[in-house]
């Protein structure tokens, strides 16, 4: 099971970090994956970190602003947007696979719920 939280308004230029609990598994045998949903839009790809979390990818969207990072420990990931603009406003899902780090959602197991993410201009 994935809780993502954290999201919420901020304004544009501004920081924000979303979180991604899991349960019901071991964590550290899951690729994380995060991805957003504007409205009206498809689902898309934000960034994924791989089991160990030595390795991760972006979307061409957030590179260089956005930092992905888990703590195995805590069963957790982080995503850390930072500079967000309003095209950043969205829906942020979390997603989890067994096994290395990809980018299409058909290739993710398990979903979480979504937190809103919106940036004012």
């Known amino acids: 099971q994935l809780q993502a939280s954290g999201g919420g308004l901020v304004q544009a230029g501004g920081s924000l970090r979303v979180s991604c609990a899991a349960s019901?598994?071991?964590?550290?045998?899951?690729?994380m994956g995060w991805f957003r949903q504007a409205p009206g839009k498809e689902r898309e790809f934000v960034s994924a970190?791989?089991?160990?979390?030595?390795?991760?990818g972006y979307g061409d969207s957030v590179k260089g602003r956005f930092t992905i990072s888990r703590d195995n420990a805590k069963n957790t990931v982080y995503l850390q947007m930072n500079s967000l603009k309003p095209e950043d406003t969205a829906v942020y899902y979390c997603?989890?696979?067994?096994?290395?780090?990809?980018?299409?959602?058909?290739?993710?197991?398990?979903w979480g719920q979504g937190t809103q993410v919106t940036v004012s201009s």
């Open positions: 970190i791989s089991r160990s979390g030595n390795s991760t």
């Open positions: 019901g598994g071991t964590f550290s045998s899951y690729a």
């Open positions: 997603a989890a696979r067994n096994g290395r780090i990809l980018t299409r959602l058909n290739q993710y197991d398990y």
